[in-house]
């Protein structure tokens, strides 16, 4: 058995830092290798970190980090755009909660930590190509190309670098793109909104015209995001070109007939704090995970929208799944082990988070449709043993993984 000694990690966003600690502590050396030529800590809203992503962070030991940047979110509740309460999801009793954070802060966090463990990081590398070295039928390892015109060489490459993935295209050029979900996603912090905390709880709402989440913590801070149906996508430049005062008058105009705080809360943003995410995008399956020595882990590999509330710690599992796997087996065999510990579940998350955006994005008829319909589908949903299968999941890293 050829024991994998060395990787090139391609992407620094969340699941490369993760991906390169997991190897480290698998006894492979990793390098990682960023596109952009500077760090990436302003770029991104807020998402959730749930109880299966922390406990893939604890496994190498990554989640003291998180948790540091985190604020406590243990529950969802969900309203109706008149205010009516529909239901209320928690973890199953005696889980810890969810933890809020912002993206910077969480690739801020991550990316340290990485660099503290000593975990080489170049920037400035955009892939362009990758191929196999040794006999096609048999690679020995790999070497990738990069714009400035350099190359690199380690025994595998792993794909981090995204939704819109170059790994992904070089293991198969007809690999799929990118499907709109019919939202765009913005986000921000208020402060003097007047309204009481939360506790650690995130109230949603299914508004008239689009989505809105909000959660005030008892220092008086409001972290807020919304769901703007849109009938074409925009990239995150796109989105961005339009100023936040438009984008937040378009926002105030959507929630007007609401009757939950939204107008309160979206009135008392800090300009400066906005985010217009652009459209939001999910790939509901990947055929091809890996080719020879190249494989895919993270939004690469499963990009969900960011309605799952798992996104970024599916990455983790994935990161350390695959190290773990790498660790125990030659990497064709580690490559196939992987898949099939993780492709059910994730492709799972993917299509419940679809389910959810068709509910956002409902149009006069569906949603008055919807609107009949969710307080008894919420009723179901809610109960906490409908989400252990999502929280619950965990990774024994000490076990050994066989062909």
């Given at each position: 058995?050829?024991?994998?000694?060395?990787?090139?990690?391609?992407?620094?966003?969340?699941?490369?830092?993760?991906?390169?600690?997991?190897?480290?502590?698998?006894?492979?050396?990793?390098?990682?290798?960023?596109?952009?030529?500077?760090?990436?800590?302003?770029?991104?809203?807020?998402?959730?970190?749930?109880?299966?992503?922390?406990?893939?962070?604890?496994?190498?030991?990554?989640?003291?980090?998180?948790?540091?940047?985190?604020?406590?979110?243990?529950?969802?509740?969900?309203?109706?755009?008149?205010?009516?309460?529909?239901?209320?999801?928690?973890?199953?009793?005696?889980?810890?909660?969810?933890?809020?954070?912002?993206?910077?802060?969480?690739?801020?966090?991550?990316?340290?930590?990485?660099?503290?463990?000593?975990?080489?990081?170049?920037?400035?590398?955009?892939?362009?190509?990758?191929?196999?070295?040794?006999?096609?039928?048999?690679?020995?390892?790999?070497?990738?190309?990069?714009?400035?015109?350099?190359?690199?060489?380690?025994?595998?490459?792993?794909?981090?670098?995204?939704?819109?993935?170059?790994?992904?295209?070089?293991?198969?050029?007809?690999?799929?793109?990118?499907?709109?979900?019919?939202?765009?996603?913005?986000?921000?912090?208020?402060?003097?909104?007047?309204?009481?905390?939360?506790?650690?709880?995130?109230?949603?709402?299914?508004?008239?015209?689009?989505?809105?989440?909000?959660?005030?913590?008892?220092?008086?801070?409001?972290?807020?995001?919304a769901n703007l149906p849109h009938p074409q996508p925009m990239s995150w430049s796109q989105a961005n070109r339009t100023s936040p005062q438009d984008w937040m008058r378009q926002l105030v105009e959507a929630f007007?007939?609401?009757?939950?705080?939204?107008?309160?809360?979206?009135?008392?943003?800090?300009?400066?704090?906005?985010?217009?995410?652009?459209?939001?995008?999910?790939?509901?399956?990947?055929?091809?995970?890996?080719?020879?020595?190249?494989?895919?882990?993270?939004?690469?590999?499963?990009?969900?929208?960011?309605?799952?509330?798992?996104?970024a710690s599916m990455a983790a599992e994935s990161a350390v799944q695959l190290a773990r796997c790498l660790r125990d087996l030659p990497a064709e065999q580690a490559f196939m082990a992987y898949e099939r510990l993780?492709?059910?579940?994730?492709?799972?998350?993917?299509?419940?988070?679809?389910?959810?955006?068709?509910?956002?994005?409902?149009?006069?008829?569906?949603?008055?449709?919807?609107?009949?319909?969710?307080?008894?589908?919420?009723?179901?949903?809610?109960?906490?043993?409908?989400?252990?299968?999502?929280?619950?999941?965990?990774?024994?890293?000490?076990?050994?993984?066989?062909?």
């Amino acid at each position: 058995m050829t024991k994998v000694k060395t990787a090139l990690v391609v992407g620094g966003g969340i699941a490369g830092p993760v991906a390169a600690m997991a190897l480290q502590q698998a006894g492979i050396e990793a390098r990682l290798y960023e596109a952009y030529g500077s760090t990436a800590e302003n770029v991104g809203g807020g998402l959730s970190i749930a109880p299966n992503g922390l406990a893939a962070l604890k496994v190498i030991g990554a989640d003291e980090v998180v948790r540091a940047i985190g604020l406590p979110m243990s529950s969802i509740v969900i309203h109706s755009w008149t205010g009516k309460r529909l239901a209320e999801f928690g973890g199953p009793s005696g889980m810890e909660p969810q933890r809020f954070v912002m993206r910077p802060d969480l690739y801020r966090a991550l990316y340290g930590e990485a660099a503290r463990r000593g975990i080489a990081v170049e920037h400035g590398k955009r892939l362009v190509s990758a191929e196999h070295l040794g006999s096609p039928t048999a690679p020995s390892g790999v070497r990738a190309h990069f714009a400035d015109g350099t190359a690199a060489e380690a025994d595998v490459l792993i794909g981090a670098d995204g939704i819109r993935s170059t790994v992904r295209t070089v293991i198969d050029p007809s690999a799929p793109q990118p499907r709109y979900t019919g939202l765009l996603g913005f986000g921000g912090w208020s402060t003097g909104t007047g309204l009481p905390s939360t506790g650690d709880a995130m109230y949603m709402m299914f508004g008239k015209r689009a989505f809105f989440g909000y959660q005030v913590f008892d220092d008086g801070r409001c972290g807020w995001f919304a769901n703007l149906p849109h009938p074409q996508p925009m990239s995150w430049s796109q989105a961005n070109r339009t100023s936040p005062q438009d984008w937040m008058r378009q926002l105030v105009e959507a929630f007007a007939d609401d009757r939950m705080p939204v107008l309160d809360i979206l009135r008392a943003s800090d300009e400066s704090e906005f985010v217009a995410i652009g459209g939001m995008e999910d790939i509901p399956r990947v055929p091809h995970w890996h080719r020879g020595r190249m494989v895919l882990v993270g939004d690469a590999a499963h990009a969900t929208s960011p309605s799952s509330g798992q996104g970024a710690s599916m990455a983790a599992e994935s990161a350390v799944q695959l190290a773990r796997c790498l660790r125990d087996l030659p990497a064709e065999q580690a490559f196939m082990a992987y898949e099939r510990l993780r492709r059910e579940r994730v492709e799972r998350i993917i299509a419940a988070a679809a389910r959810t955006n068709s509910d956002k994005a409902a149009g006069p008829v569906a949603r008055v449709l919807r609107d009949a319909l969710l307080p008894t589908a919420m009723k179901l949903l809610a109960k906490p043993e409908k989400m252990a299968w999502q929280f619950d999941h965990r990774i024994d890293w000490a076990a050994r993984v066989t062909a």
